[in-house]
């Protein structure tokens, strides 16, 4: 473990990332983008074209470049692909599962008087595949039906510490990419990366996290103790 600027007092909400950091992580994010690569490329858009390598963000981007010739052609766009991107996630999360310490973790903070969230870039309907009752655990989950800018933009997180009423001063973000440390960042919450997804401690440091844990559960440990 690695702490580098976090006072335990300091944090009364954590918000979570969800697939990699709470659950097993098994969509397969390079398919998926090549998929959509494909997609774009049947729809006269070079990807040379395109900013990120982020598969959403390549939606929106082939959007307004398709969107400059016809608006419905865009919309046309935007819905094969989004259904495609559904029917992976979806596919994906009905192989998935929790990590076995999570539902322990969730119902464990609010009794350190620790409000909790939970973000995802995921849709809702393979979130509720994975873990069904979640909101029996978490009073509040942020799916990407519920923004309109996904993280790293910052509205994922402040729209969850708006619905828990707290403030991103005392807020720690835990995620297992580093676009959740970015994420935090962007929203002025403390930043925790978890080695339980595809990136590695380095990563997380090169992105400016506060913190690096092995696995999520962990910080219950460290709150407990401060």
């Known amino acids: 473990m690695a702490v580098l600027k976090i006072n335990p007092s300091d944090i009364n909400t954590i918000i979570f990332d969800f697939d990699g950091t709470l659950a097993h992580l098994n969509i397969d994010f390079q398919k998926m983008r090549d998929v959509i690569v494909s997609l774009i490329l049947s729809y006269g858009v070079s990807g040379d074209r395109l900013r990120s390598n982020f598969v959403l963000e390549m939606l929106d981007e082939t959007a307004d470049i398709i ?15 989004n259904d ?3 029917k992976m996630e979806t596919k994906a999360a009905a192989r998935g599962a929790l990590f076995d310490d999570t539902k322990p973790l969730l119902r464990s903070l609010p009794l350190k ?6 973000i995802t ?8 595949i994975v873990f069904p009752d979640i909101l029996s655990y978490c009073p509040v989950v942020i799916c990407r039906d519920d923004v309109n800018k996904v993280k790293p933009h910052p509205e994922h997180i402040s729209l969850a510490l708006a619905r828990l009423g707290s403030a991103p001063e005392k807020a720690l973000m835990i995620g297992d990419h580093p676009i959740d440390i970015t994420t935090g ?5 403390l930043t925790c990366g978890v080695l339980t997804g595809r990136s590695q401690k380095d ?6 996290a506060d913190m690096v844990l092995a696995n999520a559960a962990e910080i219950l440990k460290l709150v407990t103790s401060g």
């Not at 969107?67 to 692909?81: C, I, P």
């Not at 008087?113 to 939970?118: M, T």
């Not at 870039?121 to 509720?128: D, G, L, M, P, S």
């Not at 960042?185 to 919450?189: G, P």
């Open 203 to 208: 990563d997380f440091i090169a992105a400016g």
């Open 84 to 86: 495609i991107i559904e």
């Open 185 to 189: 960042r962007n929203a002025r919450t």
């Open 113 to 118: 008087n620790i409000s909790v969230g939970i």
């Open 67 to 81: 969107s400059r010739r016809s608006r419905r052609e865009a919309g046309a766009f935007l819905d094969e692909a």
């Open 121 to 128: 870039r995921n849709c809702a309907k393979a979130v509720k």
